[in-house]
Nanobody, 113 residues
């Protein structure tokens, strides 16, 4: 059974940074394309960043230049480094395997002004 477990969320002031982690188990992680999404109540889930099995990344315009997605296949983990955080970045952040379709449970990020 595939499991994706996010960690690293929390409360941070505007302008601060957080690094989210998503640990995968039950799958051959290295062949999975992975993505980070965020969900705000009442809004559509937003794809923020994606990384291919070969390490090629893409970003939404809303986070380009501030967020960086990376992966460590030896640790079965994908990361999202978030810098210069803004109050509008407040959301639940979710990890998703674009290859297998599995989702993590999400981690809350709250950015105070």
């Amino acid at each position: 059974q595939v499991q994706l477990v996010e960690s690293g969320g929390g409360l941070v002031q505007a302008g601060g940074s957080l690094r989210l982690s998503c640990a995968a188990s039950g799958t051959i992680f290295s062949i999975n394309a992975m993505g980070w999404y965020r969900q705000v109540p009442g809004k559509q889930r937003e794809l923020l960043a994606a990384i291919s099995s070969g390490g090629i990344s893409n970003y939404a315009d809303s986070v380009k230049g501030r967020f960086t997605i990376s992966r460590d296949n030896a640790k079965n983990t994908v990361y999202l480094q978030m810098n210069n955080l803004k109050p509008e970045d407040t959301a639940v952040y979710l990890c998703h395997s674009l290859t297998s379709g599995y989702w993590g449970q999400g981690t809350q990020v709250t950015v105070s002004s």
